[in-house]
């Protein structure tokens, strides 16, 4: 099943010629800080466009030289010596136009991806949930891309074709009015089914861009469980997924490219049947001595030029096209709601001690209707440990993640240090906060960079001392690299114990006030849980933790243990008033719970 897209293909297929002028708004806004760039480019454009047209009229002058009568080759000479100095200057003004199209594009194109990742990173969590990874991160890639070639080189070109048309268009009337007639005939024909072609190319390009991202989602998801393809042999079940995401992609690259060969013989024949019409009206004028051989070789290189430009015309009305559709799927990213607004007043606690309270908190996930928490009431001193147990979906994890704010509640409060987190600035509200995951997710960099997470610009010697506290500083100087070791993607190089030891590590740390934990221990061997849990037990000290508990050892060494059932806080208290109790702890103990410490 597909997940969901940023917006349904088919409500973007038509924009209005209002959105249309929004969104070149947008793109062409892209290119602002590279105005002098421009600029330059602009130049080269505009002196690079006039001497093409300079050619056709010495190619003139040179045919009537040649065919002259008396004998003399001076004016040859002199026509063919300018003839070569126009190329000259023609070649240095179109290395000018080249590379500073080069810095605007790859500028552009640079910044939108900067824009693009900043934007991305900002996002809430709810946004991630629906979305897969290879689809956000196509708009980085694919898209941008398709953006560049529109914001820089097609519309320099643009500017340059401009002035080949109207020059050129210009000149065929100088040269001879009546073909002229004939030539500017064919244009309504070209400039319809430019329009029709361009419309329905916009559409196909655009469901094309959502095919590919679908693709690099699968690929992504696969290449990032490539372990767990192996140890179920699944190769050919995910071979088979992405082979049908690319023949999907592929068979609307077809439509495209058989729209195109419809335009492209049309537009061709259109050229070449005016080329027809001019040399048979012209020969007759010729014949007639109204013109000169030297003025309809002028008038044929013209009405080539001409048609050239309208060729490329259409050409990048089809690229505009395609723009339009991949900018609106990068402009959609962007135009996302970020995280958190920034508060134009926000409260902060006077003292950060590290109690939290939920104060008649309900909870659903956006677009589900099913309630997760249903009026949870819980205080949490600071310091204290609070140990959360209950079945799978009870709410554990959820009511861990509302503290730091990555979901609001639906109805009641959250308060830490008894201020609502809704109105504390979201950064200094989680600089707060730290939390080590049963599955630790560690980043492909150096050992010193993923601990420097917790503490951006940390100095060496505070990396140690935090791997000391994490029984890790041992280990990791025992690899060649030691602090400098790269750990790979998700640090698949390390062992569970190793990587849960960094995690806390990187906790330590950020000296959190309030920690989370989701027992970090269940899924280690003896030895490597031995370690961690005396790493864990020195990050707790003096903390307020707040454990999802999976193991009556760590249920054991809490203060309070709080069941969740359904939602709702089903008992609490201590491991042994819980068990006297008799209720659904003392079943989760005999059932659920590891017993043996």
């Keep these: ?44 454009v505009v002196v690079s466009a006039s001497l093409g047209l300079v050619f056709p009229r010495i190619m003139g002058g040179l045919v009537d030289s040649a065919l002259a009568e008396d004998g003399s080759t001076g004016t040859l000479d002199r026509i063919a010596l300018v003839l070569l100095t126009v190329f000259l200057i023609q070649g240095v ?13 790859e500028g552009v ?16 969590v709810p946004f991630f949930d629906g979305r897969r990874t290879g689809e956000i991160t196509s708009r980085l890639t694919s898209d941008a891309v398709v953006v ?6 097609s519309s320099a070109q643009a500017l340059s074709q401009g002035i080949t048309l109207v020059g050129g268009v210009i000149l065929l009337v100088v040269i001879s009015p009546v073909l002229s007639l004939a030539v500017l005939a064919f244009l309504p024909a070209v400039i319809v089914a430019a329009a029709v072609f361009g419309r329905r190319i916009r559409r196909i390009s655009t469901s094309f861009q959502d095919e590919i991202a679908e693709a690099n989602a699968l690929a992504d998801e696969s290449i990032a469980s490539i372990r767990v393809i192996k140890w179920f042999t699944a190769e050919d079940d995910v071979v088979s997924r992405y082979d049908g995401a690319i023949l999907s992609s592929y068979a609307v690259a077809l439509r495209r490219a058989r729209l195109r060969a419809l335009f492209v013989p049309f537009v061709t024949f259109i050229a070449f049947g005016t080329l027809a019409v001019v040399l048979w009206v012209g020969g007759r004028l010729v014949v007639n001595g109204d013109l000169s051989p030297g003025e309809l070789v002028s008038f044929l290189l013209y009405t080539l030029i001409v048609a050239g430009a309208i060729g490329t015309f259409t050409g990048l009305y089809s690229e505009l096209q395609e723009a339009l559709g991949a900018s609106l799927r990068i402009f959609e990213l962007l135009d996302e709601p970020i995280e958190v607004p920034r508060q134009a007043a926000p409260v902060a606690p006077a003292v950060r001690e590290g109690s939290v309270l939920f104060d008649r908190v309900s909870f659903s996930y956006p677009g589900r209707d099913i309630e997760v928490l249903s009026a949870v009431d819980l205080v949490i001193a600071p310091g204290e440990t609070v140990a959360l147990v209950g079945p799978s ?13 990555f979901y609001d509640v639906s109805s009641g409060e959250v308060l830490v240090d008894g201020i609502d987190v809704r109105v504390q600035a979201l950064g200094a509200l989680r600089s707060e906060m730290a939390a080590v995951p049963q599955e630790v997710l560690l980043f492909s960099g150096t050992i010193a960079e993923n601990l420097q997470v917790g503490r951006p610009g940390a100095p060496d010697g505070d990396l140690v001392t935090a791997a000391r506290t994490a029984n890790a500083h041992d280990f990791i100087v025992a690899f060649p690299d030691g602090y400098d070791t790269v750990v790979g993607e998700r640090g698949v190089q390390l062992s569970g114990g190793q990587r849960q030891r960094l995690a806390i590590a990187r906790a330590v740390l950020a000296d959190p006030r309030i920690l989370i934990l989701d027992e970090a221990t269940s899924s280690l061997d003896a030895e490597s849980e031995a370690l961690v849990q005396d790493a864990l037990e020195r990050l707790m000290r003096d903390r307020t933790t707040i454990v999802i508990a999976h193991r009556l050892s760590t249920v054991r060494a809490a203060d309070r243990i709080v069941v969740l059932a359904a939602g709702s806080i089903a008992e609490e208290g201590t491991h042994d008033d819980l068990v006297a109790a008799g209720g659904l702890y003392t079943e989760l103990s005999a059932k659920q719970l590891i017993t043996s410490a």
């Design 93 to 105: 003004f179109n290395y000018v136009r080249i590379y500073a199209l080069a810095v605007v594009g």
């Design 393 to 405: 979906g009870a709410g554990k994890s959820t009511l861990t993640q509302l503290i730091p704010r």
């Design 109 to 124: 194109v640079a910044d939108l991806r900067r824009s693009v990742y900043d934007r991305i990173v900002r996002l809430p």
């Design 148 to 153: 560049q070639s529109t914001v820089s080189s």
């Design 1 to 44: 099943m597909r997940a969901s897209r940023l917006a349904k293909p088919d409500s973007r297929s038509d924009l209005s010629r209002h959105d249309q002028l929004t969104q070149l708004t947008n793109l062409f806004a892209l290119l602002r800080p590279y105005r002098r760039w421009l600029a330059v480019a602009v130049v080269g």
